[in-house]
């Protein structure tokens, strides 16, 4: 349970302060709905379903504040730089905004369903008592109006119309019914694209689709103003507990004078303004972003379908393991795509590795290669740099880095820049021991990083430095005709497939292994362990970390860091 709290406690915490605002605002006005005495009139034509309608809508309210904010991307890196003085379980909060985005998410579309059936199920029953279908009370209530038509309890007016056909009619024709409709329909778009079955291999269609969000919030802000839940008001006086069995007296008798009733003030405004102001600065500044020119450096088409651009922006500054999002308007006007640079904060250009995954990444790599030598390649957007848990990893004294094909490419701007801080003799380098894990499935995307590896290795050698980086190639998958190969040149002072002296292992780690080899070798070090790679693998090293991490401030402790975009 102790190592489990070093890595996982803050996060605990805000989830459960999270969940527990929700479970105070549904209770609050449950009963303020349920219980309040301003309802009790509404409470006789709807019963429960009153409360089950409004305690959802104060739940979707926070909710809806909160929706925005994990992808402001600028201001999370805003926070970021401003929490640099803070302890790393504060700032490793901000790499987790998209798995926050998806646990409010699932809340907002929970809600979403509870508050559209409670509503569904008092429309039915508002016009059943506009149809004087139940007590006398309920129809009294149903046939209260005014000349102005402003006081009125129950909200549907229409009576010329088949029964059967009002509840439809009334969804369709008012303001909270058409926006709910809408909203509604939004959502469902919204979630149902975002599986993760649709966004791997349809990615323009949860892109697309996600954009709906404008018309969810253009909705949400208007749907309230239908007024449609209504409280009895104090002017004039009316005991209900005394007038409710005398509806025929009404008015007729001073104690009992017509009950007057409005709609409340629309609130949700008030909670999602201010996230909506922040989204569009957001917006406006990568519209900026935009704008700015962008020229290539270099375009090389790698080994496995890899194109690596190198490109130059003027003020553009980077530090390791950060990423930016580019958009190529040749392929799309909309879509931005994250790739993590793989170049070092002290060179003069930053550069990407993007593998073909998509029809995005396909058209650019068509585009890439059929340019003339020497060309300038298409318009290219840079929205960035943004900030990652790989920025932290020179404040471990211990770094274990794990990539897992493409996912290696953080770790190469950070080689980069322990290459350049090695060359410069830079002080400030806190980090004594790297060890790098990289997985593969073929031999092919070895090649454009064995380069750099090399010169690490060579480097190292020369300044005496050779246990600094432990590195460890994985590869995954191969054939008999490889392995028949491997066997006839493993008398080699150099590994066949990448040239390096550190020979390649086949399988997976033994991570047990790994782990208690670098606790073995670290008794008293605080060890940051960075992935780069999918989910699965995550929940692998994140239960590692948890189990060889001591509790015990003089021993060894790993903290679990992993990419997200």
Known sequence: MGNWIINNGLTAFILVVWMAIN??????????????????YTRHLLGSALAWARAPAAVLNFNCLLILLPVCRNLLSLFRGSLMCCGRSVRKQLDKNLSFHKLVAYMIGLMTAVHMIAHLL???????????IYDELSTALSNLEDGEN????????????DPQQIPTYFVFTTIAGLTGVIITLALILIITSSMEVIRRSYFEVFWYTHHLFIIFFAGLVFHGAGRIVRSQQSEPPHNFTFCKDRPADWGRIPECPIPKFAGGFPQTWMWVIGPMVLYVCERLLR???YMQAVTYRRIVMRPSKVLELQLVKNGFKME????????CPAISQLEWHPFTMTSAPEEDFFS????SAGDWTDKLIEIMQNLPEGAQGPKMGVDGPFGTASEDVFDYEVSMLVGAGIGVTPFASILKSIWYKFKDSN????TRKIY???????THAFEWFADLLQVLEKEMEERGMGDFLTYKLYLTRWDQSHADHVMVHSDQDKDVITGLKQKTYYGRPAWDKEFEQVRKENPTSVVGTFLCGPEALAKVLAKKCAKYSDVDPRKTKFYFNKENF
């Open 23 to 40: 479970i105070f605002l549904f209770v609050w006005f449950y009963f303020f709905y349920d219980l309040g005495d301003q309802f009790f």
């Open 122 to 132: 008092n429309v039915e029953w508002y016009n059943n008592s506009r149809q004087g």
């Open 150 to 161: 402003t006081t009125y309890l129950n909200p549907i007016r229409i009576t010329n119309l």
């Open 287 to 289: 519209f900026i972003r």
């Open 320 to 327: 390791v393991g950060q990423y930016v999002f580019l958009n």
């Open 352 to 355: 990407v590795h993007i593998r």
């Open 427 to 430: 002080p400030k380098l806190r």
């Open 436 to 442: 790098f894990y990289w997985l593969c499935r073929e």
